[in-house]
């Protein structure tokens, strides 16, 4: 071991020299090495070699965390510290470092400015995730429906009452399946526990052959669950199923929603939604022949190959049919100004831009 400064000193011990000189920054390494040897000289000269020897192993002890730590992490980080050069990510890193330990100092010094920070954060990441979680669905990811390109939403959306659905039904060309829908919200009531409202939409049977959805759970709606004095069905949800308590049995119990005893046909797969992603329950609707009175949707899948650009002779048969059966007056005529809109442009219509206007802010 060579002598640190005057050669009159005694040397370091071999050992906690070695360790000093694999763990100081190579900038800093010969000047510490020949203060720790100055001191360890005094103290020889004062107290003897023994108790020189324990203080400097207690100096080097009590270093090599530390050492260690800032060691891993100038490697870690890229900075150079034979040197003390700049390189890429090396000041950079250490720059960081100190802003993060005074950032961190100074919002534990005042805990209401730090609680102001950390609820404005909440309530921003929460409302960005929230926004994001909407516009994904309408927007970016893929419908939950089979080839979405061939269901379109027909015009006068909520404007169809049962008799006109009926009458059409039969002789609609061009479509595979045609179905109608409205808004209707029920109450659900299990056992003793408190009533509560489920968003629902009533249906005719064939809602979900013109989505191309099939239940997780049971056989679905089935022709004839709209007829006039069926046995009232209902699908749920799979958040409503697990509710209720997941229960794979459901199929064929008897749940009371909107006032009446209704049999579970089906659950419908994590992740489906139609007409819009709150959905909780779909009821079977009983269709009246004789009512005209009505606020029905229709959605319809197209026969393979078709576009809405090879609609219209479809839609001239349509209205045709309806102008021949029913005098309408002007602002309620059906058999004016027929269009077929895709069921993504249906849904996310006029919100597209507040939608991306919203992500975006």
């Known amino acids: 071991m060579a002598h640190h400064g005057r050669p009159d000193r005694p040397p370091l011990p071999r050992l906690p020299?070695?360790?000093?000189?694999?763990?100081?920054?190579?900038?800093?390494?010969?000047?510490?090495?020949?203060?720790?040897?100055?001191?360890?000289?005094?103290?020889?000269?004062?107290?003897?070699r023994g108790p020189a020897r324990r203080w400097v192993w207690r100096q080097v002890l009590r270093s090599v965390p530390s050492l260690a730590g800032r060691g891993w992490w100038r490697g870690w980080s890229g900075f150079e510290a034979r040197s003390e050069r700049m390189q890429p990510g090396g000041a950079m890193f250490e720059g960081w470092g100190r802003d993060v330990k005074y950032a961190l100092r100074r919002l534990r010094r005042r805990p209401t400015y730090t609680g102001l920070v950390v609820l404005t954060l909440a309530l921003g990441v929460a409302g960005t995730a929230a926004v994001f979680g909407i516009a994904r669905k309408l927007l970016l990811d893929p419908l939950p429906f089979r080839a979405e390109e061939e269901v379109v939403v027909f015009w006068a959306g909520g404007g169809w009452n049962e008799q006109e659905?009926?009458?059409?039904?039969?002789?609609?060309?061009?479509?595979?399946?045609?179905?109608?829908?409205?808004?209707?919200?029920?109450?659900?009531?299990?056992?003793?526990?408190?009533?509560?409202?489920?968003?629902?939409?009533?249906?005719?049977?064939?809602?979900?052959?013109?989505?191309?959805?099939?239940?997780?759970?049971?056989?679905?709606?089935?022709?004839?669950?709209?007829?006039?004095?069926?046995?009232?069905?209902?699908?749920?949800?799979?958040?409503?199923?697990?509710?209720?308590?997941?229960d794979p049995g459901v199929i064929g119990t008897r749940l009371e929603l909107a006032g009446e005893m209704r049999t579970v046909v089906g659950v419908m797969p994590r992740g489906f939604w139609y007409p819009d992603p709150g959905v909780q329950v779909w009821l079977a609707e009983e269709l009246d022949p004789d009512n005209r009175v009505g606020n029905y949707t229709l959605i319809g899948r197209m026969e393979p190959g078709l576009t809405v650009a090879d609609m219209g002779p479809h839609l001239a048969m349509l209205t045709g049919m309806l102008d021949e059966r029913y005098d309408y007056p002007e602002q309620w005529d059906l058999t004016?100004?027929?269009?077929?809109?895709?069921?993504?442009?249906?849904?996310?219509?006029?919100?597209?831009?507040?939608?991306?206007?919203?992500?975006?802010?």
Do not use: C, I, K
């Open 17 to 48: 020299a070695l360790l000093l000189r694999r763990l100081l920054p190579h900038a800093e390494r010969e000047e510490v090495l020949s203060d720790v040897a100055a001191e360890y000289a005094a103290r020889v000269s004062g107290s003897g």
């Open 165 to 246: 659905f009926l009458y059409v039904r039969p002789e609609m060309t061009g479509f595979r399946s045609v179905a109608a829908y409205r808004h209707a919200d029920a109450t659900l009531q299990v056992g003793d526990a408190p009533a509560r409202l489920v968003r629902g939409y009533s249906a005719t049977a064939e809602l979900f052959d013109v989505l191309g959805a099939t239940p997780a759970l049971g056989p679905g709606f089935r022709e004839g669950d709209d007829d006039l004095g069926t046995e009232p069905v209902a699908v749920l949800s799979h958040r409503l199923w697990r509710e209720l308590g997941s």
């Open 336 to 361: 004016r100004n027929p269009e077929l809109t895709p069921v993504r442009d249906h849904l996310v219509g006029s919100m597209r831009p507040a939608l991306l206007a919203t992500l975006g802010a």
